[in-house]
């Protein structure tokens, strides 16, 4: 394929990545397309590049506080502590974000970058992309890099959901126009066996989303018709063929955008982001009688992309923005009392 043709399709769509490098906008928009003025040589490799994401910080970077914030979020609810951020070295002086804490609370994925640099310079940087973490004795481990295409191959992977062996993720990447969801498997102990999702998934528009434990139920946010506006929730259920026909989730939807969703161990309690006097907010809507009820605010103000461990506590986004311009994001959690 024409590197120059797919870096304009890859540095398009990844300016739409799981809030990446920004918050997620009100309503969906058309993505603009970047001027690039010059095409680097890319030369496959014998391997992956090793390198820490702290080397690829600029060093003139600010690390913020939550003493520096302006902005910072704002708890809504008395079952949780006050929300602060992660210890290093799942944060550092770049941009944590996407984050996807495992049950046991014992494993955090996130997705990383530099910093708010400009989107050509995170597909050529070699840190960009999915790491995983490990606490052991308490303590978190350095982060490992999860590669997810072969040395060499261009590629932004992101928006990871894992669940036992299994990791699904969003990737634009060669050979592809566009995001795509794909999957891939834990094999000893590495991830491999990568695979593009079904025709039936990409006909549903599915974008980010969450399988319940039991593996039945999928829910996903979509901007695909029949919604309410923006981003809408939607839900799809395995069967023998495949999946099911769509669903919409109306009780969390509104004429505003809401996705990221997340489900409880229990399947009692759906998490999703949704945009909120004019920034992201998380909300929970709590299933009673085998119904999803009202949902009801949590944690505002640029806090976004839930997921929580089986003791109930909440691991989220949180971007630092200063006049309208992000400085930098971090993974926080609010400890459940």
């Not at 550092?92 to 804490?101: C, I, L, P, Q, R």
């Not at 009780?251 to 969703?261: K, L, Q």
Request: proline share 7%; net charge negative.
């Amino acid at each position: 394929m024409n590197k120059t043709i797919f870096l304009l399709a890859i540095l398009a769509a990844a300016i739409v990545f799981a809030g990446c490098t920004q918050a997620p906008s009100q309503q969906p928009t058309a993505t603009p397309q970047p001027t690039i003025t010059a095409t680097p040589t890319v030369q496959a490799a014998a391997a992956y590049p090793r390198m820490s994401r702290e080397s690829a910080i600029p060093l003139d970077e600010l690390k913020m506080t939550p003493e520096l914030d302006k902005l910072p979020p704002i708890l809504h609810s008395d079952e949780w502590e006050a929300p602060v951020p992660l210890p290093a070295p799942i944060n550092t002086k770049g941009a944590e974000d996407s984050a996807f804490m495992m049950p046991d609370g014992n494993t955090i994925y996130v997705w990383f970058t530099p910093g708010t640099q400009d989107l050509q310079k995170q597909l050529f940087d070699n840190v960009t992309g999915i790491y995983a973490l490990h606490k052991v004795n308490g303590q978190w481990s350095d982060a490992e890099r999860i590669w997810l295409s072969e040395p060499g191959k261009l590629g932004l992977d992101g928006c990871e959901f894992v669940q036992g062996n299994e990791m699904w993720f969003c990737s634009a990447r060669e050979g592809y126009t566009g995001i795509h969801l794909f999957t891939a498997e834990f094999v000893n102990g590495k991830w491999t066996n990568w695979q593009h999702v079904s025709d039936q998934l990409v006909a549903y528009e599915v974008g980010e989303m969450h399988i319940t434990a039991d593996g039945r139920q999928m829910y996903y946010h979509s901007p695909r018709a029949g919604g309410k506006g923006g981003y809408d929730i939607w839900m799809i259920e395995r069967n023998d063929g495949g999946w099911s026909e769509p669903v919409n989730v109306e009780i969390v939807n509104s004429n505003e955008t809401e996705g990221w969703p997340f489900v409880t161990q229990d399947g009692n309690e759906l998490w999703f982001t949704r945009i909120y006097l004019g920034s992201p907010a998380i909300f929970r809507s709590k299933k009673i009688n085998a119904t999803w009820s009202e949902p009801e605010l949590i944690i505002s103000q640029f806090a976004g992309e839930s997921s929580l461990d089986n003791e109930g506590n909440i691991y989220f986004t949180h971007h630092f923005y200063e006049n309208g311009t992000m400085i930098e994001a971090d993974i926080y959690v609010a400890r459940k009392k």
